[in-house]
């Protein structure tokens, strides 16, 4: 079918209507007429995919990766997409979902803040990720095809950090170490060896077992801050978003000598090691994570802090009857968000702050507006380019 695009969605899909019904078109851009075909037909609307482009964007490119590109595994969907592109596109993103699900209000709010999403560094986002995921072959590893169980195999990464190829995952060297069908995690972490990460078990190469443990690093204009992580853990993929969402956290936060600050979602401690510090001796922080592994680690960064404690919690609306009285609060939830029960909960605290990093845009919208609905204010919002030639986009929002 040929379709005009008129606008984009949430999860960088192409909006258009067809026969009356609204299509979202993987790999379409606003203003593109294209080629398409279904990929499934509902009653309220459908899904397609781009199969030719007859009036292009003035934002499209040639995809460097054709086998990351949106229909095929959508590892990079974003990859066709000019660098300024991909920002318009996710600002409109955001605008969009914001209006949709948080309301006219919330609309006008990041209106009057002139929210627009910034890029993390100034390249085209090639080669800036520290950790990558794919399955084992028989020989050599592979991606999913998008929506699919079809493994497609790959013989490069290109969002990657260049030094990873050195682990020759392409090549036939793991095929007597790890068996088909493993998933693997490729690591480069900010000192020591690269490694892969095959089940439980942690290789710097063929053949050769690391430690389990890494280090990685974060920093803000005036310090810099080290943790011990499990490999197999958690961590910001993008080799600057970790000190990027840092310094944007601090700063919604202004964390107060002294305070008591409650952190949720705490991972390893990227947040709660400086927030330590910033307390101080005579402030308290308390941090929730529900991974046992991550709580391992945050306890060993906090190691001198010992007015900071990380615990393992299950972390859902009750939690809030354990951080009444924080000053500030801190939360970092998966791509669910908070959900309702959870953010109404903590917009009636009485913290003087409530930082929230968000990365969805839905999500984002509807824990926002619930925490409004709950009394809050929003005072800024930074949208970020962690992700950069995919959809996705993290966003900070500071509460008050």
């Not at 993103?93 to 100034?122: C, K, M, P, Q, Y």
Request: proline share 4%.
């Amino acid at each position: 079918m040929k379709l005009t695009i008129e606008d984009i969605g949430h999860g960088g899909v192409g909006v258009a209507r067809y026969e009356g019904q609204v299509i979202f078109v993987r790999g379409a851009l606003p203003g593109e007429i294209v080629e398409a075909v279904f990929t499934s037909r509902k009653s309220k609307y459908s899904t397609a995919l781009v199969t030719g482009v007859i009036e292009p964007s003035e934002f499209r490119v040639d995809h460097p990766w054709p086998v990351g590109a949106a229909g095929y595994t959508g590892a990079a969907d974003f990859g066709h997409v000019t660098t300024q592109g991909q920002l318009a596109l996710k600002t409109q993103v955001i605008r969009n979902t914001v209006r949709r699900i948080g309301g006219e209000e919330l609309f006008r709010t990041i209106e009057h803040l002139g929210v627009e999403v910034r890029a993390i560094d100034s390249g085209k986002g090639w080669g800036t990720r520290t950790r990558y995921e794919v399955t084992k072959l028989e020989s050599g590893v592979g991606m999913f095809r998008e929506k699919s169980h079809e493994l497609v195999a790959i013989e490069e990464m290109p969002l990657a950090l260049p030094d990873l190829a050195e682990l020759k995952l392409w090549a036939s060297a793991w095929d007597s170490y790890i068996k088909p069908g493993t998933r693997l995690k490729a690591v480069a972490p900010a000192s020591g060896d690269n490694v892969v990460v095959a089940g439980d078990v942690v290789w710097s190469a063929p053949g050769l077992k690391a430690t389990e443990h890494i280090w990685e690093r974060a920093s803000t204009e005036d310090d810099i801050y080290d943790y011990r992580m499990n490999a197999k853990g958690f961590w910001q993929v993008h080799f600057r978003a970790p000190s990027t969402l840092l310094t944007s956290v601090l700063a919604g936060a202004q964390v107060l000598s002294g305070e008591y600050v409650a952190e949720l979602f705490s991972g390893a401690g990227l947040f709660t090691l400086p927030l330590a510090q910033k307390v101080g001796k005579n402030g308290r922080v308390d941090a929730f994570e529900g991974s046992q592994s991550a709580v391992a680690d945050a306890r060993y960064n906090l190691r001198h802090t010992p007015w900071a404690h990380a615990n393992v919690a299950k972390i859902d609306h009750g939690i809030v009857r354990e951080i009444e009285g924080a000053d500030v609060v801190i939360a970092d939830p998966p791509r669910a968000g908070l959900g309702r029960g959870l953010a109404e909960n903590l917009g009636r605290l009485s913290a003087r702050k409530i930082v929230l990093v968000s990365c969805d845009p839905a999500a984002m919208a509807r824990d926002v507006a619930q925490l409004v609905a709950s009394g809050r204010k929003v005072e800024s919002m930074d949208a970020i380019d962690i992700f950069p030639n995919t959809h996705h986009v993290e966003i900070v929002t500071a509460l008050s």
